[in-house]
């Protein structure tokens, strides 16, 4: 049974940081690719950032380049996403994703498994 749980979020001001963590169990961690993807309110699911299965490549939406990192401890099975300088359009539910594959990508029907979410509020 693979799980998902993701923790961090929370209400926060614009400018400010939060990082986000997502814990993982029940699958060889190691093995698959991770992302983080987000949806706000009215609005479809988003592709956030994504890192490969030893964390030597990763992936961002350009909206969040500069601003947000990902990165994975494959020894406390955990992938984390830094995110500064937030801002109100970052406001969403963020899930975190294991792939199919070990190579990052960007396409959510190469997710296997989701959690079940994490809610960010980026006040102005």
């Known amino acids: 049974h693979v799980q998902l749980v993701e923790s961090g979020g929370g209400l926060v001001q614009a400018g400010g940081s939060l990082r986000l963590s997502c814990a993982a169990s029940?699958?060889?961690?190691?093995?698959?690719?991770m992302a983080w993807f987000r949806q706000a309110p009215g609005k479809e699911r988003e592709f956030v950032s994504t890192v490969s299965w030893n964390g030597g490549s990763t992936y961002y939406r350009d909206s969040v380049k500069g601003r947000f990192t990902i990165s994975r401890d494959n020894a406390k099975n955990t992938v984390y996403l830094q995110m500064n300088s937030l801002n109100p359009e970052d406001t969403a539910v963020y899930y975190c994703?294991?792939?199919?594959?070990?190579?990052?990508?960007?396409?959510?029907?190469?997710?296997?498994?989701w959690g079940q979410g994490t809610q960010v509020t980026v006040s102005s």
């Open positions: 994703a294991t792939s199919k594959l070990r190579i990052v990508t960007i396409t959510d029907s190469d997710y296997a498994y």
């Open positions: 029940g699958r060889t961690f190691s093995s698959y690719a």
